[in-house]
Every structure is written in structure tokens, then in C-alpha cells.
């Protein structure tokens, strides 16, 4: 392959995402594998050296850098991630960045993986010429990206957007350890969990959705559960930053207007009406390949010594 391109990773609870990213945003070679996050420390980082060295060499030398979105607070001015994050229950502040500079000759980047999701959709995506815009990626957990004025809001320390685990009177404990955390209730996993309880057989979130739209009564109950705590999850994060768009991203967002309809009605029911006049709720243009893109996105910015 001649054209120069960066390597996109997306380091999530269940899955590695991963691509090739050219300059404009487009992939090659999209792939997914196990996360392994459950298994071990070093499980992880092996399934992200595999996909580095395939894309590697898929690329034939044509790399420019490489991009990592990671759940959990990283910092911005060393890449490692801060503490803990119940999606990767081994990890203890891993220096990410070094340890990924320390493997390949090319500059690295590490950033919250909504963060890197929000940044595609603010540049090319559902959020393109927004002056504000708020994607919430809904997967294993919820994350949240914001971007103003072209900018990641990132915060003092790289924490900013961690609205997956606000205290909204959660009635299942988080292993966040924040009491009342709303995200057991309107993850993905959390709806596949919270299916099997009730005797569902639903082993994700998508089974679920599938479930509510046959016309099981319990499915339905819990898809509508799941999705009110979202909306009102959203509209917290509305009333802070004010976005002119919310974008919804995250392997959840495949269930298409089954998720997006009734959480925008939620966002509108619970934001204020000052705040959702001009408020547009829309699906993730690159669904869950977002933060792969956004990944890619990030390595052109420091490849050409914007980042």
C-alpha cells in the first residue's frame, strides 16, 4: 500500500477496533478482535501489538503514527491513563503511551476513546459544522466525548465528559464505586445483564433490542428503561455544555432509530427548553468505527505536528 496511512486503535471493555486511516478519514482493513481486558495486564497490550504488527504490515511501511482511544481519564500530557477504569479491571494508571512508544518507531497518541469518537463526528461526521457538539458512545459502558469551537474539551486533567457515571438514583451498583451510577442502567451491557435476570436469552444488547421488537413485553419494559435513564443521562450533559448536537455512537447505536428515537424523546423530555430549542439527537454517522477513525485522526494531527 503506497498511500500513507495511520493506525486507528479503539481499546474497548469487549472489543479491539482497529484500521488503517488515511488522511481524510477513510479506513482500510477494519478489524475487531477480543479485548481480552478480563484476562490478564498484559492481555490487552498483547491484542493491541498483534493488530499493530498485521496492520503494519498491511500498511508496507506506509505508517505515520498511531492513534489509541482507551476507556478510563487519560492524561494528556503523558498518555497514561489515570487510576482505574471498571473496563479494564487490571489496569492500574498504565503508562499507555510510553509502552506503545517504546514498540514502534512511529509518534504515538492516546486519548479517551469517546473523546477520539467525538472527534469524528465533529469533523466528518453527524456533528460536522456544529460550534458545540456531545457524542455519547454506548457499548459495554458510556462514554462521552465533547468538542467546542474544533477543540476536545478534555479538562484539567484529561477527565472532562466522564458522564457515564453520573449519581442518577442507579439502582444497580457500578463497579465505578460512585454511588447511585446511572450506567449499569443504560449500558449495553447493562441492558444484556439486566435481560438475563429477568430469564431473557439475551447475550448483548443487540438480542435484547431484537427481543423488544418481536414484541416481548419484558425486553420492551427493559429497552424503555434503558433508554429513559440514557436520555436523561444526555440531558444532564446538555444543561453543562449546550451542545447544538448530540451524537449517539457505540456498538449500541446499530440498533438504528430503536435507540435513537425514544432517547431523543428522553433528552427532550428531561432538558431544559431553553436548551433543547435547537438541539438536534442523531446516530453516529460511523456508528462504532467512530473512535477507530477519530484514532486515526489524532495520529494525522501529531504526524504533521498539529496534535
Same mark, same amino acid.
Given at each position: 500500500m503506497s498511500e500513507p496511512r495511520a493506525i486507528g486503535l479503539d481499546l474497548g471493555g469487549t472489543d479491539l477496533k482497529a484500521a488503517l486511516v488515511d488522511a481524510g478519514g477513510g479506513m482500510n482493513g477494519f478489524r475487531r478482535c477480543p479485548a481480552r481486558a478480563r484476562e490478564s495486564e498484559a492481555a490487552p497490550l498483547e491484542a493491541i501489538a498483534e493488530t499493530v504488527i498485521a %496492520? $503494519?504490515?498491511? !500498511? #508496507? #511501511?506506509? *505508517? *505515520? $503514527? %498511531?492513534?489509541? #482511544?482507551? /476507556?478510563?481519564?487519560?492524561? /494528556?500530557a503523558t498518555g497514561g491513563v489515570v487510576g482505574n477504569t471498571p473496563h479494564l479491571p487490571h489496569w492500574e494508571s498504565p503508562p499507555l503511551r510510553d509502552w506503545l512508544a517504546a514498540r514502534v518507531a512511529w509518534p504515538v497518541v492516546v486519548d479517551n476513546d469517546a473523546n477520539l469518537a467525538a472527534l469524528a463526528e465533529h469533523r466528518l461526521g453527524a456533528a460536522s459544522g456544529a460550534r458545540v457538539s456531545m457524542t455519547v458512545t454506548v457499548g459495554t459502558g458510556v462514554g462521552c466525548g465533547v468538542v467546542s469551537e474544533g477543540r476536545l474539551l478534555r479538562g484539567a486533567g484529561g477527565g472532562a465528559g466522564e458522564l457515564g457515571h453520573l449519581p442518577l438514583d442507579g439502582r444497580v451498583p457500578c463497579r465505578c464505586g460512585v454511588p447511585g451510577c446511572v450506567e449499569p442502567e443504560c449500558s449495553g451491557a447493562g441492558l444484556a445483564a439486566r435481560a438475563r435476570e429477568a430469564g431473557l436469552a439475551a447475550e448483548d444488547a443487540a438480542a435484547a433490542f431484537a427481543l423488544a421488537a418481536q414484541g416481548d413485553a419484558t425486553a420492551a419494559a427493559l429497552v424503555e428503561r434503558m433508554t429513559d435513564r440514557l436520555g436523561? %443521562?444526555? !440531558? !444532564? #450533559? =446538555?444543561?453543562? =455544555?449546550? /451542545?447544538? =448536537?448530540?451524537? %449517539?455512537? @457505540? @456498538?449500541?447505536?446499530?440498533?438504528?432509530?430503536a435507540l435513537l428515537l425514544p432517547v431523543r424523546a428522553a433528552v427532550m423530555r428531561y432538558a431544559l427548553p431553553s436548551h433543547r430549542r435547537d438541539l438536534r439527537v442523531e446516530l453516529a454517522v460511523f456508528g462504532e468505527r467512530a473512535g477507530v477513525v477519530g484514532a486515526g485522526l489524532a495520529a494525522w494531527d501529531v504526524a504533521r505536528g498539529a496534535g
Open positions: %496492520l $503494519a504490515r498491511e !500498511a #508496507g #511501511g506506509g *505508517v *505515520v $503514527a %498511531l492513534g489509541l #482511544g482507551t /476507556p478510563g481519564r487519560v492524561d /494528556p436523561a %443521562l444526555i !440531558a !444532564a #450533559g =446538555v444543561q453543562l =455544555v449546550n /451542545p447544538d =448536537v448530540v451524537v %449517539l455512537g @457505540g @456498538g449500541v447505536s446499530a440498533a438504528g432509530e
